[in-house]
């Protein structure tokens, strides 16, 4: 009977240097997503292969919609395309409620496609092309202006039109964080808001009913929230009350962050990331205390990320182990930047299909291109693998499978698992075919 | 041979006396260093190691040469050593 194997490993010892056998090597290992195991997952769909859970997309959707609703009475959470506009993904928050949040042309007749009707969604970014925008106008959807030439644009439309447009306007502002996005929209501390209001006004064919502000990306400070409903309501009870509008909505954008752990934070998320109920909170009592009592405008919010991140898992599997000069063990993945975008940003969480003896080493994870910037995790601490062993990086479910570029090599499946635990292609493997069938070969050339 | 140097206790705990550097290593990696200081060459070795574990002679071969080079990184060993 032979014994069972370990690689062979040695550690030089440093002082400070941590190894906590049993509950780091517990906490590495993933067998299954939703009950299905990973091993039947890239056997039957391959490797690499992105995961989402119905559950856990649904669960994350009913918590932000209790915990939104226990701080202010109305509530629309308007799911954000770019983070991912997959079919079965947006028609699971669709189906739980979700409007259409969509920032440009390909977006919003992805939306139409769905069957999501024009007054349910919300038409935001910087550049709308002028036929999606006098689409948007006849189908009724919420517009938020980004730009004066915007504004001219929605002027000549309400002239062919003969009737007055709706719109919204993105503000930009200081709520105390950095950095400011302030390309967006109209400035409020500098006045330009108010200019703006008093040139639609002058124009007569447009009515403001809604004001917009996005903040930024993956803030960790609750209180800009805050601060931001707050502006947003003395600006709206100004307006009221100069120009005899009526603002309808209150979007506060997204920008809420997901458990990731961002690069350059040192903590992890659990401790770094503050719980998405004081973000709550902190919205709801700025809105219930600056708004006169039964008169509460519509709060929408675009949260993607916090949403759909950690319903997202890839398997991958290790293809080469290698030594790098400084004696650390790397190991290349077939899953790489080409595909996990969101890796210049965050750390994922890094787990085993199985537990695999031997103690944790510092190790590197590359992709499979021929880059230098190809680095999935620059320091892993892992047992020694073998080549074929599965990882699973999460939270992966916030926009890779939008932002993943076809580059040197195709694109891989995406499945979801369903409540009922089937296994569902949700976007199939490219193939050679896919990609050349764009490409033209000039007869010269033949 | 600098292997021989080495203070190598039964835990697989190892300690340089000439440079003060302290080591562990994990059970097939004490028996990599036993049959080293023994005079057994890499083939020889990787032999040992899948007879006594779950292990095919070709991956453990690779393992040993793995092992060796990091080994040779701390200035443990030295690829000629074992040709003496």
């Excluded at chain 1, 000549?156 to 996005?181: C, Q, S």
């Excluded at chain 2, 040992?48 to 779950?54: D, G, I, K, P, R």
Aim: glycine share 8%; proline share 6%; aromatic share 10%.
């Amino acid at each position: 009977m032979r014994k069972p194997y370990q690689k062979p490993t040695i550690l030089k010892l440093q002082v400070g240097f941590m190894r906590d056998k049993k509950s780091g090597l517990s906490r590495m290992v993933r067998r299954e997503i939703d009950g299905v195991p990973v091993r039947e997952l890239a056997e039957r769909f391959g490797s690499p292969l992105f995961v989402f859970s119905e559950r856990r997309l649904r669960e994350q959707f009913r918590y932000l919609k209790r915990l939104f609703e226990g701080h202010y009475p109305r509530v629309e959470f308007s799911w954000s395309y770019k983070t991912n506009y997959l079919d079965a993904i947006c028609r699971i928050f669709h189906q739980e409620g979700a409007t259409a949040e969509v920032v440009s042309d390909f977006e919003y007749e992805k939306a139409r496609r769905l069957g999501i009707p024009g007054d349910e969604i919300v038409f935001n970014g910087p550049y709308k092309p002028k036929e999606t925008l006098r689409r948007a106008v006849l189908e009724g959807a919420r517009i938020n202006v980004d730009s004066m030439d915007e504004i001219l644009d929605l002027e000549e439309i309400a002239r062919e039109t003969g009737e007055k447009v709706r719109i919204g306007l993105r503000v930009n502002m200081d709520t105390g964080i950095y950095p400011r996005w302030d390309r967006f929209g109209f400035n409020l501390e500098s006045g330009e808001v108010l200019n703006v209001a008093r040139r639609i006004a002058a124009g007569g064919r447009l009515e403001v009913v809604g004001l917009h502000c996005h903040q930024g990306t993956f803030i960790l400070e609750p209180e800009a929230y805050g601060r931001a409903a707050e502006k947003l309501v003395q600006l709206a009870r100004k307006l009221e009350e100069e120009f005899g509008w009526t603002i309808e909505y209150l979007d506060l954008g997204g920008g809420f962050p997901s458990r990731n752990r961002l690069k350059g934070l040192y903590l992890p998320p659990e401790v770094a990331v503050p719980p998405l109920s004081e973000y709550a909170e902190r919205i709801g009592r700025a809105l219930l205390s600056g708004l006169p009592a039964g008169d509460y405008p519509l709060l929408i919010l675009e949260t993607g990320r916090a949403l759909v991140d950690e319903a997202g898992f890839l398997i991958t599997t290790v293809r080469t182990v290698k030594r790098l000069p400084d004696g650390r063990r790397a190991y290349v993945l077939d899953a790489g930047v080409n595909l996990l975008f969101t890796a210049f940003w965050y750390h994922f969480r890094v787990e085993i299909e199985k537990e695999i003896p031997g103690p944790p080493e510092p190790c590197v994870l590359y992709g499979p291109l021929c880059m230098n910037i190809d680095v999935v995790e620059e320091t892993a601490y892992l047992p020694p693998l073998s080549r074929g062993t599965r990882l699973i990086l999460s939270p992966v479910g916030a926009y890779n499978v939008t932002q993943w570029m076809q580059f040197i090599t195709y694109r891989p499946r995406v499945v979801l698992v369903t409540e009922a635990g089937k296994v569902e292609v949700i976007r199939e493997a490219e193939t050679l075919e896919d990609i050349v069938r764009r490409e033209n070969l000039p007869e010269h050339l033949r | 041979m600098k292997l021989n140097r080495l203070a190598i206790s039964e835990e697989g705990f190892i300690f340089d006396p000439e440079t003060g550097n302290s080591y562990t290593v994990n059970e097939t990696g004490l028996l990599i260093l036993k049959k080293l200081r023994e005079g057994l060459g890499p083939e020889e070795i990787a032999e040992a190691m899948s007879e006594e574990y779950e292990v095919s002679p070709e991956e453990a071969l690779r393992d040993v040469q793995d092992f060796l080079e990091t080994i040779a990184r701390f200035g443990l060993w030295e690829e000629k050593a074992w040709l003496k």
